[in-house]
C-alpha cells in the first residue's frame, strides 16, 4: 500500500511539472514588468484594470480547454459570445420599453441573460450535433460554424455595433461584489465549476478518459457520443456568458469583437498544460496562463509596444513552452520506468 502512495505522489508532481513551470514564468513576467513600470503596472488602478479584462478571454478559454480535453478543438467559442451579444443587445434595444424600471427592468435584463444562454446553448447543440452525431472532425466542423455564427450576427447587425443598454445592465461590467470586479467574479464562479465538474464528476473522468484512449472509453462502457456531446453544449454555455461578459464590458456588440480571442484562447489552454491530442488539462493551469499574458498585454500597453511586436512575443511564448512540454514528455516514459524500479526496489527492501 506504501507503494502505492509513493507511487501516487511522484505521479502528481510530474503531472504537475508544467505547471509549476507556467507559475514561475508567470512570477517572472510580473516581476519584470514591474521592475520595468514601477509606477504604473504594480498599483491598484491598473491590478483592478487587468481583473476586468482577463475574465471574457479567461471563460473563452475554459470552453477551448474542455473540447480540447476530448480530443478536439471549438474555433467557434468567439463567435458563438459575439452571437449572443447581439441577441441581448437586440432584446435591449428592439423589444425592451424605454421606460422600464424597477421590476420590469429586472425581468428585462434577466430575460437578456437567459437568451445569451440559450443562444450559447443552441450554437453548442449545432457544434455538438455536427461533432458528435455526424462525425465531422471538430476543427472542420467549428471552424465552418465560426463562419456560421459570425456571418448571422453581420446579417442581423448589418456589420454596424449595436449600444444603448440599462445602467443597470452595465453594472455587470463595471460594478463590484465587495472589492472585486464583477467580471472576476463571473470567471471566478465558472472556473470553480469547471474544477468540480472535471475533477469531481463522473462526466469529467468520462472526458479524461475519452481524450486519452477513445477506444478503451468505448470498452469500459462510457457512452462516447452523449458524453462529447454535452462537452461541446458547456463549451458554447460559457461562450454565451462570455458574451454578456464582454458587451456589458465595452457597451456595444459586434459582430467582429475580439476576433483574435479564438488564437489567444487556444494559444491560453497550451500555456495552461492542455493537451492538445486530449486527456490532460486543468482548470488552474489555464487560469495561471490566461494571467501570465495579461501580465504582458498590461505590460506592453504601458511600455507601448506595438501589437506587432504583442502578437510576435506571445507566438515565441507558445512556442517555447510547447517545446519544453514536448522535450519533458519525451522524456517522461524513460524517467517514469525508472522512478517505479527505484521505489519498487526501496519498497521491496
Known sequence: MDLVRRLQLRDLVNRDDNLLRLLVI???????????????????????????????????????????????IDLSVVGVANLAGIFVALVFTKVMPADAAGA???????LALGVALCTGLAAGAVNAFLVAV?????ILATLGTMQLFTGLAIVITQGYAVVGYPEAFLALGSGRVWIFPIPFVVFAACAGAMSVLLGRTRFGLQLYVM??????????GIETRKALFKSYLLSGLLSGIAGVVMISRTNSAKADYGESY?????????LGGVNPAGGFGTVLGVTVAVLSLQFLSSGFNMLRFSNFAKEFTWGMFLLAIMTLNYVQNRRRPRREAARVQSIATGGAQ
Open 262 to 270: 479564438v488564437l489567444q484562447a487556444v494559444l491560453v489552454s497550451v
Open 26 to 72: 508567470s512570477v517572472l513576467v510580473f516581476g519584470t514588468m514591474t521592475v520595468l513600470n514601477p509606477d504604473r503596472f504594480l498599483t491598484g488602478l491598473n491590478i483592478d484594470s487587468m481583473a476586468n479584462q482577463f475574465p471574457e478571454l479567461g471563460i473563452l478559454s475554459l470552453g477551448v480547454m474542455l473540447a480540447m480535453i476530448t480530443g478536439g
Open 211 to 220: 481524450g486519452t484512449n477513445l477506444r478503451a472509453a468505448v470498452f469500459a
Open 134 to 138: 455526424v462525425g465531422i472532425p471538430p
Open 104 to 110: 420590469a427592468l429586472v425581468g428585462w435584463i434577466a
